[in-house]
């Protein structure tokens, strides 16, 4: 509404100016002063063309020419109307020329620029062979000028100044006519056609007017010029000439502008429009026939109008297999069988745009076979009055983009089993947040996926790391070289854990944008047990140094390899001294290759060895004695790595141990001297006793005094007693001295016990004996029966009530067991361990030892017991009597030695 109003008022001012402008070239024509006016005229109808036209270029150019006319106007006015009308005279100052000089020179120069960049509009175009073909004849130009101006020109010359600007017009000239020429000869619109028609009729005769007047010049011609022309005298004045050439181009001008406002032959617009359609249905065509995409369009019938070749293309087909006729929409919901698809389509004559992505089509008929995919895109396009024209359809094929969507998502499914499976935690941070993790992740950190998308990656770092890490995040970013990187992190499980992860990182782009792989194997455990050995390691060193034997390692060879600080202590040598020599090098020569022959034994069985004992030279000279322990060390592979061992110091011991050996000598040679002087007591005291006996015997038959018989009983009495007690002596000594030898025989035990039991059955008639029945053992006999001799003279020795004596044999697994058993006083629990032990009586009792007793009896049973390879032992109660037992070995023993009842 507001642009019909605004159009009306155009047309009016129009109408006025065209009015205006014919009014003054009535004037002008009346007062003979065109030349002033017509500028007016021009003025007003390029105004006109300034107003009326919507085109930018046409606008701007007509604009300038207002101004230029302007300009014109306003000079020509001082110039020749204000003079006339006052004087009636032309005024010719020198000032008002050049200030209608300048504004036509900016109006010059005004106009070059907008045609130049008119010239330069990508809008048009022109033929580049053409364009060069128009400027070499513009340089001509400027060279032909150049040529007239400059060898004819004199500096002192009055007009110098005059005809240099002069020559400034005529360049200026060259310029316009240039580019007017070569806009002609692009495809401008029918207006702003005219008005570079306009502006090159009157610039083509303006320079003409120009050469003329810079002609006049440069010769110093007068105004009137006389030519004789075959024989004829003309005259020519060139004042004249050259106005009448400026006015003849500014009427025509002005009548051209008339005539391009007025535009009598409406024609031309008619013909303009046709050809723009024309132009604008190839522009349509050519845009289709080479677009990319697929595109047909058709009519609002549906038929067929347009096919490009991308659309048979895409979809396989011949032109002639689709022919003008075919119905667009009906061939559409033929390839796409989806129905909804099809429903979809026909909605775009609703005058919506139907867009349909990712649409599977498969095999066409007489077109393209297998699977591809579509993108399509339908639209109706709308007429002047709003109803549909046509309907364009674009396809665009997306198969291979489809293709590789599926290949990067099967790929990516693959990874992620893959990384699911794998036990290596597996993750992607972006801006310090995880964009995925895997399975291992969650198990290793105690998180879910879920709460992983929500968390920071620093939530998982550990305190103690936490500023390292920090510090460390946009370097890693950053990515400094290859950005791989790997460490040893320190984290935070969910439920408060400490963990160590061993990390690798590198940097990737995700999403278009860089982000962190990380992969981490929780290495807790194994950090864990590695504490644990260097703990147990550093337990160990601290016992190896600590304790008081030195602990080495050598290799196969034998060579130190280690030797513990206690070796200065045990050799005098720093421990490092030691590595790579033998322990043979510090042994005394004679040990040396006693020792080195024994570990070379060893050495080829790869065995353990123990307790080997050596001398070795110390630092400072001294001798120490050692003792080593030592076992093999292998490889993993199993191969001998050498021995591990400790060196004992036992010196000491050794000395104390050969004190003692000595000791013991000596004390066996001192027993041995004391029982031989024992021995020779014994025979020197018993030989008197057999005379005094024997010869008592002889006196008491001889002496029939019976109180001197008495005498001669008691003397008797004392001297067989006192001979018993040194033949016990005597046998006792014998055993302690060694001298006594087993005489293993084999007999019948019965009849021995029952001839022991006799000799004891006249003082007590009840003596029991239980013997199993032709029992045989074998045995010294005769030590037996000088044990039960011994056993049952006790046994009715203090049986003073005369209770029964029992004699058991019984035979058991691998001995005999002897026990001779009375009713009589019983010893006391605490006598038990002493009563064994020579000269001892039960309770000290000398009144006993003068009656008789000796306290030699049961010293002498365990002599003779340890002799055959038995124990003795005893169960007694007081007052119930008592029951002592002797073993006898079946197999033959080593003899126990009878000096060890001392
Ligand atoms: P003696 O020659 O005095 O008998 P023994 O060595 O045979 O010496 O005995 C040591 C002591 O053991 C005896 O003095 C006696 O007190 C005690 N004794 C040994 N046998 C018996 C026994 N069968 N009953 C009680 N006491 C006994």
Known sequence: MVNLYRKRLREYAMSLLVFTALAVIITATYFHQIQALLPIAALLLALRIFLTSTDANVRRLSGILSFCFGASTLSNVSWYLVPAMVSGGFVDTAEYYYVTGMFWLIGYVAISYVLLKMKNSRQWYIDRSLDRLITAIAVIGFLLVALLVFPNLRWDSPNVIDILILLVYLCLDIVILTLTLKLVYMDLKSDLKRLVHAIMLF???????????????????????????????WT???????????????????????FCVIDPFR?????????????????????????????????????????????????GLERKAISNSCNLFGYMSQIISDEGISGQISGVSNGET?????????????????????????????????????????????????????????????FRALTDLAPVAICILQDGRFMYANSAMEAISGYSKEDLSSISFLEMVHPDALNYIQGRYDEWLAGDGNGEFRSVLKGIRKDGDVCWIDLSRKNIDYQGRPAILITGIDIT???????????????????????NDMVWETDADGKCTYASPKTRDIMGYEPGELLGKTPFDFMIPEDA???????????????????????????????????????PMFHQDGRFKGYRGINRDVTERVRLEKELIDAYHSLKEEYRRKTDFTNAAAH?????????????????????????????????????RQKNMVNRMLELASLDAGMATVNRTEFPLRPLVNEVADNYRTVNPDIRVDVPEGLRVTTDADAIRHILDNLVSNAVKYSSNGGPV???????????????????????????????ERFYLVGGDKDNRTGGRIGLGLALVKAYVNLIGGTVWLESEPGQGSTFYFTVPKEKQPAGEAANVL
Request: proline share 2%; charged share 30%; hydrophobic share 40%.
């Open 203 to 233: 610039f083509g005769i303006n320079m003409l007017g120009d050469l003329l007047f810079e002609c006049r010049w440069l010769f110093g011609l007068s105004s009137m010029v006389s030519f004789n022309i075959i024989g004829a005298e």
């Open 236 to 258: 020519l004045n060139i004042r004249n000439t050259t106005d009448l050439i400026y006015e003849v181009s500014l009427l025509l001008m002005t009548g051209y502008l008339f």
């Open 267 to 315: 024609s031309h617009a008619l013909d303009d429009a046709r050809r723009r359609l024309k132009d604008t249905r190839l522009f349509v065509d050519d845009l289709v026939a080479k677009s990319p995409d697929a595109t047909c369009i058709c009519g609002r019938d549906g038929r067929l109008l347009v096919v490009n070749d991308s659309f048979l293309r895409t979809f």
């Open 354 to 414: 139907v867009i349909i992505p990712r649409i599977r089509i498969s095999n066409i008929k007489g077109g393209r076979k297998g699977d591809f995919y579509i993108n399509l895109k339908m639209f109706p396009t709308l007429g002047a009055n709003g109803r549909i024209i046509n309907y364009v359809l674009i396809i665009e094929d997306i198969t291979e983009r489809v293709l590789a969507e599926e290949a990067l998502r099967e790929s990516e499914e693959k």
């Open 525 to 547: 455990d194994r950090r864990y047990a590695e504490e644990a050995l260097r703990e147990s390691e550093e337990k160990f060193r601290s016992l190896v140094e600590n304790i």
């Open 593 to 631: 290759e006693r020792i080195s022959g024994a570990f070379r034994q060893f050495r080829a069985l790869q065995a353990p060895f123990g307790l080997l004992e050596y001398t070795i030279i110390r630092k400072d000279g001294s001798h120490a004695t050692l003792e080593t322990n030592g076992v």
């Open 684 to 720: 020197e005291l018993r030989t008197p006793l057999t005379p005094i006996i024997g010869y008592t015997e002889i006196l008491k038959s001889e002496i029939a005094d019976e109180r001197h018989r008495k005498y001669l009983e008691i003397i008797e009495r004392n001297a067989i």
């Open 806 to 836: 029992e004699i058991r044999v019984a035979e058991e697994a691998d001995r005999y067991r002897f026990s001779v058993k009375d009713r009589g006083t019983g010893i006391p629990r605490e006598e038990w361990d002493r009563i064994f």
